[in-house]
């Protein structure tokens, strides 16, 4: 009886398992195909062919294009998040607000985000999602732990709040029109990531004089 | 045959001015609605009721509710091209972004424009027409004369382009989460209105030091 429900156990996990490898696998070639040719372009006929798979199958693991969009997202997020927290913790919090907005200014500009960045009524969509929220709030307090050691440090001028901080920051980094500025030549991505880098630090730092 | 053509155009230019004038009088009322309850709970029965006319003279004016939005979010990105417009030139051309920032941060709290601002669903529709578009391009247009004027004047920090101060100042206007921050009692509108245009001088402004 208990070998019994053991087999089944095992039976079942690996069947888990394999569902969830074939999940992962059908995102990677969702990614690649959204950095292909962007989410407007992308259909669920073309995921199934890509991946080698039936569309049904393909629905058997996601509802809609949305429903993969909502996957990605998520998992965009939750490196942001484990960025975040990866940033060396003896750095002045300061350098460490610095290099998160830098790394959110690049970020936006690599093929599979740049898709996403681009696909704005979908993403609207996508922003009011519950699960979505959870991780956008997460992400905010780990950037709120960072300015509050920031204003804890005196490193951050006068009249400017820690969630002022945030806000600003998070202002900064979620305008969905830099890509135009890119677009009409004005400014490469790179140029773009140091010049938002250099003006929030250069907003929020306490100045040394006087 | 003269005369009678001159009344005929007296006439109509008379009818023409009644039909402005109603639809001026039809916008107040929306916009004191609109003040009162927000965007998604107005309409087009209420507003007709408020103004004393019949459902079928108001669809006359105006489509539909988001007509009227498109017609209000116009008149404000018109009035808000003259504020810029008629800021004293004999200012350093850097006051005259900040009164920018500053004025374009404390106006979006204004009850009219924070029901706006609220319905974010709308305003993406909005954001898509050409008109709109037009209006935006001309406001980027006036605040980039200025940023212009601040470079050449050396009161851009280096390593900013004027295209990219303007970039920076609209995506910080643009922003619609302050409103969160007001909600969750972080913030007043004269605070957010203040931190945001503190950290934008500093932000852009090129330091005398060294």
Chains 1, 2 share one sequence.
């Not at 058997?60 to 998520?74: N, P, Q, T, Y």
């Not at 990866?86 to 998160?100: T, Y």
């Not at 204003?151 to 830099?178: F, K, T, W």
């Amino acid at each position: 009886m208990i070998v019994e429900e053991l087999a089944v156990t095992a039976k079942s996990g690996l069947r888990e398992r394999q569902r969830r490898e074939r999940g992962d696998t059908i995102l990677q070639a969702a990614f690649a195909l959204l950095a292909e040719k962007g989410y407007d372009a992308l259909t669920m006929e073309e995921l199934a062919e890509r991946v080698g798979i039936s569309r049904q199958t393909l629905y058997h693991h996601f509802a809609s294009k949305e429903d993969i969009a909502l996957r990605a997202v998520m998992i965009f997020a939750e490196e942001g998040i484990q960025s975040i927290r990866a940033i060396d913790p003896l750095l002045p919090p300061i350098d460490r607000l610095e290099r998160i907005i830098r790394w959110m200014m690049e970020i936006r500009f690599t093929p599979t985000r740049a898709a996403f960045v681009r696909a704005r009524p979908m993403l609207a969509r996508i922003k009011a999602s519950p699960e979505y929220r959870e991780a956008f709030d997460r992400r905010a307090r780990a950037i709120q732990d960072i300015a509050d050691a920031a204003v804890e440090a005196g490193q951050i001028q006068q009249g400017l709040s820690s969630a002022m901080v945030v806000q600003i920051l998070l202002a900064l980094v979620c305008d969905p029109s830099y890509e135009e500025m890119v677009d009409a030549g004005k400014a490469t991505p790179a140029e773009v990531a140091e010049s938002v880098a250099l003006f929030f630090r250069r907003g929020v730092e306490r100045r040394s004089e006087a």
